[in-house]
């Protein structure tokens, strides 16, 4: 069992930045991924990172301004957002995948058997 501890969720406003964390243990055994929910809608992908050499995916909707990173000695990902939009409101998940999971599927939620518990993220116009 895997246990994702996320941490940084609030209320911006539009154009603001906030940065989420996740701890788990021995993160470079896992790829860890970012997805989010939104009220009424599916949980969708946003960002992933590999735990072997540090690559990364983002979500066309948030390339160019969210960015996910990696401390591997804190055992912590990071995901900064900036330039936040009220589209962007949504709770933010936290989700982990063994290493060898491959690139092409990192979309996939399916794939994460690993949760966090999620953090809020509203996003005021």
């Known amino acids: 069992q895997v246990q994702l501890v996320e941490v940084g969720g609030g209320l911006v406003q539009a154009g603001d930045s906030l940065r989420l964390s996740c701890a788990a243990a021995?993160?470079?055994?896992?790829?860890m991924g970012w997805f989010r929910q939104a009220p009424g809608k599916e949980r969708e992908f946003v960002a992933a990172?590999?735990?072997?050499?540090?690559?990364?995916m983002h979500a066309d909707s948030v390339k160019g301004r969210f960015t996910l990173s990696r401390d591997n000695a804190k055992d912590t990902v990071y995901l900064q957002m900036n330039s936040l939009q009220p589209e962007d409101t949504a709770v933010y998940y936290c989700?982990?995948?063994?290493?060898?999971?491959?690139?092409?599927?990192?979309?996939?939620?399916?794939?994460?058997?690993?949760w966090g518990q999620g953090t809020q993220v509203t996003v005021s116009s």
């Open positions: 021995s993160i470079s055994s896992y790829v």
């Open positions: 990172i590999s735990g072997s050499d540090g690559t990364t």
């Open positions: 989700a982990a995948a063994g290493r060898t999971l491959f690139y092409g599927l990192w979309r996939q939620r399916a794939r994460y058997p690993w």
